[in-house]
Nanobody, 124 residues
Framework: QVQLVESGGGLVQAGDSLRLSCIASGLTFTHHGMGWFRQAPGKEREFVAAINYNGVSTGYGDSVKDRFTISRDNNKKTLSLQMNNLKPEDTAVYYC?????????????????WGQGTQVNVSL
């Protein structure tokens, strides 16, 4: 049974930083491309960042580029998202996702496995 468990969300002020983590179990981590999506109330799900199976390739949504950094530790089966210079519009539930692939995947519909999400709230 595949499980993706996110942590690290919380309430911060604009300009602060947060680091989200996702621990994966029940899958061969090195065989999976990973990513982060987010969804704010009343808005569509949005691509945040993705990373391929070995961490060599990464991709970011336009709204987070140059502020967020995705990384993975294949030994610890952990995916991370370092979020700097947070803005109120970053407020959302953040989901960790996984897909059996060596490729970089940026489309939500392609991801088979989803975590339950962690809430990030950014105040002015």
């Amino acid at each position: 049974q595949v499980q993706l468990v996110e942590s690290g969300g919380g309430l911060v002020q604009a300009g602060d930083s947060l680091r989200l983590s996702c621990i994966a179990s029940g899958l061969t981590f090195t065989h999976h491309g990973m990513g982060w999506f987010r969804q704010a109330p009343g808005k569509e799900r949005e691509f945040v960042a993705a990373i391929n199976y070995n961490g060599v390739s990464t991709g970011y949504g336009d709204s987070v580029k140059d502020r967020f950094t995705i990384s993975r530790d294949n030994n610890k089966k952990t995916l991370s998202l370092q979020m700097n210079n947070l803005k109120p519009e970053d407020t959302a539930v953040y989901y960790c996702v996984a897909k059996y692939t060596r490729q970089l995947v940026t489309t939500s519909g392609e991801y088979r496995y989803w975590g339950q999400g962690t809430q990030v709230n950014v105040s002015l």
